[in-house]
């Protein structure tokens, strides 16, 4: 009769010593579970147009043995935004990520650019650019067409 009750009290014992393990692992899973957190870069560029003169942005992208090109109008005192996540997302048309550019001053005046191209007007150099850390995955370039750079143009 002595060994059943011991047999009972150390059953008791590891069921009690189990069920503490049980907890304290829900526990602990509970408390390492973290928020997700979006690790994609984003990049927001924006284009705006301070000129006296209409805009026409052409944006060459080499894809294969092919070049696509994307046409953007900005009009006088207005601006264009693009958006992309640099990870997956596409960068066909993205004029800062482009392969190269022409840019249309009214159709009097043309600037074309490469991303070598070193030129305080270029739109291609992200030195050119005014830089804003939005948070921790997300950017913002912001360049401002002006009369220099209807200047900087040449005639077609």
């Not at 009750?5 to 049980?22: D, N, P």
């Not at 739109?123 to 995955?137: E, G, M, P, T, W």
């Amino acid at each position: 009769h002595g060994k059943r009750i011991l047999k009972t009290f150390t059953t008791m014992q590891q069921k009690k010593i189990w069920k503490a393990v049980l907890i304290i692992g829900i526990l602990i899973s509970l408390i390492s579970c973290k928020k997700t957190i979006d690790k994609n870069q984003y990049e927001k560029f924006y284009y705006i147009n301070n000129s006296t003169y209409d805009l026409s942005i052409n944006v060459y992208n080499k894809i294969g043995a092919e070049f696509t090109v994307n046409t953007y109008t900005i009009n006088v005192n207005d601006e264009l935004s693009q958006e992309t996540e640099l990870m997956s997302g596409s960068k066909t048309g993205i004029i800062a990520l482009c392969d190269s550019v022409t840019v249309v001053f009214g159709n009097e005046r043309i600037s074309h650019f490469v991303p070598s191209s070193v030129s305080s007007f270029s739109i291609l150099d992200f030195n050119n650019y005014s830089f804003v850390k939005k948070s921790s995955n997300r950017n913002s370039y912001s360049y401002t067409f002006t009369e220099e750079d209807y200047h900087n143009a040449v005639e077609p």
